[in-house]
């Protein structure tokens, strides 16, 4: 079974603060996704990697940055928190095939930015 | 207009009873749709997805695809207290493999 792990399940931080989620997965994936999931508004996807230090903007890339220096690990860097990134962030991982390959998604890291 | 429109409930319904959730689209390139359950505190896991247009059958689980309509929607038979979670739908176009759009999800309670 595919295994993505979100390092932290809960986070609370301040307003300013430079915060990092990190993501790691066990499948060797090429593709890696950061989504932020809010109530009414599904799931938006904020960044993809489709290789190791590879990266491409999504749908709300704005106040986020990503890095991956490994294959195997993809993290989301919030460069000056705001209460509005207060969210659900997923993480998921895909295999870079042709055709349709499915995400797997790890359990989410709730962060509130007080 | 969103992409994918999906009534985010929630529904409740007696154990036993069948279920029908559905998704509407604008997009005509969409080509694969998905459908994926999420359990409260953990991630969405995939049920199951179909390419373009048909059923799909999996055990107790049915997919239908409208692409006339730009409708889909998932069945859930014999429903069971279990089958209680967010159900949301998904769905990208043949070439795009990093652009899935999800819709908001419905938020199914199954009452024993």
């Known amino acids: 079974d595919v295994k993505v792990t979100q390092s932290s399940r809960y986070l609370v931080k301040r307003t300013g603060e430079k915060v990092f989620l990190e993501c790691v997965q066990d499948?060797?994936?090429?593709?890696m996704f950061w989504y932020r999931q809010d109530p009414g508004l599904g799931l938006r996807l904020i960044y993809f990697?489709?290789?190791?230090?590879?990266?491409e903007k999504g749908d709300i890339p704005e106040g986020y940055s990503v890095s991956r220096e490994k294959k195997e690990r993809f993290s989301l860097i919030l460069e000056s928190a705001s209460t509005n990134q207060t969210s659900m962030y997923l993480c998921?991982?895909?295999?870079?095939?042709?055709?349709?390959?499915?995400?797997?998604f790890g359990d989410g890291t709730r962060l509130s930015i007080l | 207009q969103k992409e994918v429109e999906q009534d985010p409930g929630p529904l409740s319904v007696p154990e036993g009873a069948i279920v029908s959730l559905n998704c509407t689209y604008s997009?005509?390139?969409?080509?694969?749709f998905m459908w994926y359950r999420q359990y409260s505190r953990k991630g969405p896991e995939l049920l199951m997805y179909?390419?373009?247009?048909g059923n799909k059958e999996d055990g107790r689980f049915t997919a239908q695809v409208d692409k006339s309509s730009k409708y889909i929607s998932l069945f859930i038979r014999d429903s069971q207290p279990s089958d209680s979670a967010t159900y949301l739908c998904?769905?990208?176009?043949?070439?795009?493999?990093?652009?899935?759009?999800f819709g908001s999800g419905t938020r199914l309670s199954i009452r024993p």
């Open positions: 499948m060797d994936h090429e593709n």
């Open positions: 998904a769905m990208r176009t043949y070439s795009s493999a990093s652009k899935i759009i």
């Open positions: 990697s489709y290789d190791v230090k590879m990266k």
């Open positions: 179909t390419y373009s247009s």
């Open positions: 997009n005509s390139a969409f080509q694969y």
């Open positions: 998921a991982s895909s295999p870079g095939e042709q055709g349709y390959q499915p995400q797997h």
